[in-house]
C-alpha cells in the first residue's frame, strides 16, 4: 500500500478516534441536556451514531491537513534571517479642513 494511503487512513482513524472522544465528552457533560435527550429518545442510538459520524468526518479532514501541512514545514530555521524586515515610520502631514 502506497505511504500517502497508509497516511491517510491513520489519520482518519485519529479524527474518528477524536470524534468519539468529543462525542463522548457532550455526553458526558450533559452539554445541552444531551444525555436525557439520548437516553430518553427511541432514536437516541442514532443521533449518538450520527454525531460520531459527522464529527468524525469533520475531524479526521482536520487531522489529515494538519499531517499534509506539517509534511513541507522544517525544523531547521531560515537561513537568511527569517524575520520580516524593520520599516521605518514616517510622519503623514494631516491637513484640516
Given at each position: 500500500m502506497p505511504k500517502l494511503v497508509r497516511l491517510y487512513i491513520?489519520?482518519?482513524l485519529i479524527g474518528f478516534a477524536i470524534a468519539a472522544?468529543?462525542?463522548a465528552a457532550l455526553l458526558a457533560?450533559?452539554?445541552?441536556n444531551l444525555w436525557h435527550l439520548v437516553t430518553h429518545s427511541d432514536?437516541?442510538?442514532?443521533?449518538?451514531?450520527?454525531?460520531?459520524?459527522?464529527?468524525g468526518i469533520v475531524f479526521s479532514g482536520v487531522?489529515?491537513?494538519?499531517?499534509?501541512m506539517r509534511m513541507g514545514a522544517s525544523e531547521?530555521?531560515?537561513?537568511?534571517?527569517?524575520?520580516?524586515p524593520?520599516?521605518?515610520?514616517?510622519?503623514?502631514?494631516?491637513?484640516?479642513r
Open positions: 491513520r489519520h482518519t472522544a468529543f462525542v457533560f450533559d452539554i445541552a432514536v437516541g442510538v442514532m443521533a449518538v451514531a450520527l454525531l460520531v459520524i459527522f464529527n487531522q489529515f491537513g494538519i499531517a499534509i531547521e530555521p531560515p537561513r537568511f534571517g527569517g524575520s520580516a524593520e520599516f521605518a515610520t514616517v510622519p503623514v502631514r494631516h491637513d484640516e
